[in-house]
Protein backbone atom coordinates (compact mmCIF):
# COMPACT_ATOMS: atom_id res chain seq x y z
CA UNK A 1 0.00 0.00 0.00
CA UNK A 2 3.10 2.52 0.68
CA UNK A 3 3.75 1.89 -3.45
CA UNK A 4 1.24 3.72 -6.26
CA UNK A 5 3.19 1.98 -8.82
CA UNK A 6 0.29 -0.54 -10.30
CA UNK A 7 2.54 -3.00 -11.56
CA UNK A 8 4.68 -2.94 -8.40
CA UNK A 9 1.48 -3.67 -6.66
CA UNK A 10 0.58 -6.32 -8.74
CA UNK A 11 3.74 -8.20 -8.26
CA UNK A 12 3.83 -7.84 -4.40
CA UNK A 13 0.67 -9.58 -4.47
CA UNK A 14 1.44 -11.87 -6.85
CA UNK A 15 4.79 -12.89 -4.95
CA UNK A 16 2.52 -12.95 -1.67
CA UNK A 17 -0.11 -15.56 -3.21
CA UNK A 18 3.13 -17.80 -4.12
CA UNK A 19 4.56 -17.75 -0.42
CA UNK A 20 0.56 -18.56 0.68
CA UNK A 21 0.43 -21.56 -1.77
CA UNK A 22 3.78 -22.94 -1.04
CA UNK A 23 3.10 -22.65 2.65
CA UNK A 24 -0.53 -24.72 2.10
CA UNK A 25 1.38 -27.08 0.31
CA UNK A 26 4.31 -27.74 2.95
CA UNK A 27 0.88 -28.42 5.87
CA UNK A 28 -0.48 -30.85 3.01
CA UNK A 29 2.66 -32.66 2.81
CA UNK A 30 3.17 -32.85 6.41
CA UNK A 31 -0.18 -33.94 7.26
CA UNK A 32 0.29 -36.55 4.62
CA UNK A 33 3.16 -37.57 5.95
CA UNK A 34 1.65 -37.85 10.04
CA UNK A 35 -1.04 -40.25 8.24
CA UNK A 36 0.73 -41.95 6.31
CA UNK A 37 3.15 -42.70 9.00
CA UNK A 38 4.59 -46.56 9.19
CA UNK A 39 4.67 -48.46 12.24
CA UNK A 40 7.85 -48.54 14.33
CA UNK A 41 9.75 -51.30 16.33
CA UNK A 42 7.43 -53.96 18.45
CA UNK A 43 4.03 -52.99 17.06
CA UNK A 44 4.50 -54.57 14.29
CA UNK A 45 5.27 -58.02 15.77
CA UNK A 46 1.92 -56.89 17.90
CA UNK A 47 0.18 -55.90 15.05
CA UNK A 48 1.15 -59.77 13.13
CA UNK A 49 0.21 -61.86 16.44
CA UNK A 50 -2.84 -59.70 16.05
CA UNK A 51 -3.66 -60.56 12.81
CA UNK A 52 -3.30 -64.22 13.21
CA UNK A 53 -4.87 -64.24 16.06
CA UNK A 54 -8.35 -62.48 14.42
CA UNK A 55 -7.90 -65.11 11.11
CA UNK A 56 -8.11 -67.81 13.32
CA UNK A 57 -11.10 -66.38 15.00
CA UNK A 58 -12.49 -65.59 12.27
CA UNK A 59 -12.11 -68.77 10.86
CA UNK A 60 -13.78 -70.49 13.59
CA UNK A 61 -16.50 -67.76 13.21
CA UNK A 62 -16.90 -69.08 9.65
CA UNK A 63 -17.16 -72.59 10.28
CA UNK A 64 -19.75 -72.11 13.28
CA UNK A 65 -21.84 -69.77 11.03
CA UNK A 66 -21.73 -72.67 8.40
CA UNK A 67 -23.19 -75.30 10.69
CA UNK A 68 -25.57 -73.00 11.68
CA UNK A 69 -26.90 -72.72 8.36
CA UNK A 70 -27.14 -75.84 7.97
CA UNK A 71 -29.34 -76.27 11.36
CA UNK A 72 -31.46 -74.12 10.45
CA UNK A 73 -32.16 -75.09 7.01
CA UNK A 74 -33.96 -78.50 8.76
CA UNK A 75 -35.69 -76.55 11.06
CA UNK A 76 -39.37 -75.61 9.65
CA UNK A 77 -40.86 -74.48 12.56
CA UNK A 78 -41.11 -70.20 12.59
CA UNK A 79 -41.45 -70.49 16.21
CA UNK A 80 -38.69 -72.28 16.73
CA UNK A 81 -36.63 -70.20 14.90
CA UNK A 82 -37.99 -67.15 16.97
CA UNK A 83 -37.07 -68.78 20.09
CA UNK A 84 -33.19 -69.39 18.43
CA UNK A 85 -33.21 -65.63 17.02
CA UNK A 86 -34.24 -64.80 20.44
CA UNK A 87 -31.17 -66.53 22.29
CA UNK A 88 -28.93 -65.77 19.98
CA UNK A 89 -25.95 -63.22 20.96
CA UNK A 90 -23.68 -62.70 17.41
CA UNK A 91 -24.90 -60.43 14.57
CA UNK A 92 -24.46 -62.67 11.94
CA UNK A 93 -26.04 -65.73 14.10
CA UNK A 94 -28.94 -63.29 14.31
CA UNK A 95 -28.85 -61.93 10.22
CA UNK A 96 -28.57 -66.00 9.09
CA UNK A 97 -31.70 -66.89 11.32
CA UNK A 98 -33.51 -64.26 10.41
CA UNK A 99 -32.68 -64.83 6.59
CA UNK A 100 -34.23 -68.30 7.64
CA UNK A 101 -37.71 -67.08 9.18
CA UNK A 102 -38.51 -64.91 6.10
CA UNK A 103 -37.56 -67.87 3.91
CA UNK A 104 -40.22 -70.08 5.67
CA UNK A 105 -42.50 -67.26 5.69
CA UNK A 106 -42.16 -66.87 2.31
CA UNK A 107 -42.61 -70.78 1.66
CA UNK A 108 -45.47 -70.76 3.69
CA UNK A 109 -47.48 -67.79 1.76
CA UNK A 110 -46.39 -69.58 -1.76
CA UNK A 111 -47.76 -72.93 -0.40
CA UNK A 112 -51.01 -70.97 0.71
CA UNK A 113 -51.18 -68.93 -2.40
CA UNK A 114 -50.75 -72.67 -4.51
CA UNK A 115 -53.69 -73.94 -2.03
CA UNK A 116 -55.85 -71.21 -2.85
CA UNK A 117 -55.54 -71.35 -6.55
CA UNK A 118 -56.28 -75.22 -6.39
CA UNK A 119 -59.39 -74.32 -4.45
CA UNK A 120 -60.48 -71.76 -7.06
CA UNK A 121 -59.69 -74.27 -10.23
CA UNK A 122 -62.07 -76.46 -8.54
Avoid at 1 to 9: C, I, K, Q, V
Avoid at 45 to 71: G, H, I, P
Amino acid sequence: EATLDLAERRRIRSAIRELQRQELERDEEALASKRFRTERGSHRQDNKENWLRSQQLEEEQQKALASLSQELESITDVEELTKLLRAASEYEERKLIRAAIRKLRAEEIEAAALAGNVQSSR
